[in-house]
T-cell receptor, first 112, second 120 residues
Framework: EAQVTQNPRYLITVTGKKLTVTCSQN?????MSWYRQDPGLGLRQIYY???????DKGDVPEGYKVSRKEKRNFPLILESPSPNQTSLYFC???????????FGDGTRLSIL | AQTVTQSQPEMSVQEAETVTLSCTYD???????LFWYKQPPSRQMILVIR??????QNATENRFSVNFQKAAKSFSLKISDSQLGDAAMYFC?????????????????FGTGTSLTVIP
């Protein structure tokens, strides 16, 4: 089954404790992306990747890191999480950057 | 950066009736893609419909259709014969059609969403 898999689905953690949200797709997609969704703000792009070893900032990259060492994986890293990063996060992928994206099920992240 | 505006935070419709959700966007590009995504309470993001700016014909998918007005930079979604399962948050999104866009980067831009309630 074609899918984008994010883990974990839920995470409660504390300020400053490094965490990684994993994202994996099995569709051989070139383009992958991370978003955060906040009430009243819609989805905002954090980082995206056009292909392996090619990443670029979206609108809200501060406090986040990504890497794209393999085509299928695109982890989101919070080196020193802060409460303002409490949000719902989505990973998405598509065949090319201008094609509709397939989304993961989301990760609810709470930072205390 | 491009902006996508959804001016209706909440909408409601009677079951079996028709509702239109509005979306406007700001761009200086001539070729781009527009999307409507649906997010039900399960929080999954589901593609509803896609429109290519160079196509004059409005896209349709069963009960869903768009009214694409390129000059007005407007991209509204019409849902006909509304069903209870249509209740969700709807997001409008924009993406440049160029693989090397000068102004937008290779980004997707989303609106803030419209929450649709379907009344039985």
């Amino acid at each position: 089954e074609a899918q984008v898999t994010q883990n974990p689905r839920y995470l409660i953690t504390v300020t400053g404790k490094k965490l990684t949200v994993t994202c994996s797709q099995n569709m051989n997609h070139e383009y992958m992306s991370w978003y955060r969704q906040d009430p009243g703000l819609g989805l905002r792009q954090i980082y995206y990747s056009m292909n392996v070893e090619v990443t670029d900032k979206g609108d809200v990259p501060e406090g986040y890191k990504v890497s794209r060492k393999e085509k299928r994986n695109f982890p989101l890293i919070l080196e020193s999480p802060s409460p303002n990063q409490t949000s719902l996060y989505f990973c998405a992928s598509s065949t090319r950057s201008n094609q509709p994206q397939h989304f993961g099920d989301g990760t609810r992240l709470s930072i205390l | 950066a491009q902006t996508v505006t959804q001016s209706q935070p909440e909408m409601s419709v009677q079951e079996a009736e028709t509702v239109t959700l509005s979306c406007t966007y700001d761009t200086s590009e001539s070729d781009y893609y527009l999307f409507w995504y649906k997010q039900p309470p399960s929080r999954q993001m589901i593609l509803v419909i896609r429109q290519e700016a160079y196509k004059q014909q409005n896209a349709t998918e069963n009960r869903f259709s768009v009214n694409f007005q390129k000059a007005a930079k407007s991209f509204s979604l019409k849902i006909s014969d509304s069903q209870l399962g249509d209740a969700a948050m709807y997001f409008c999104a924009y993406r440049s059609a160029s693989l090397f866009p000068l102004n937008t980067g290779n980004q997707f831009y989303f609106g803030t969403g419209t929450s649709l309630t379907v009344i039985p």
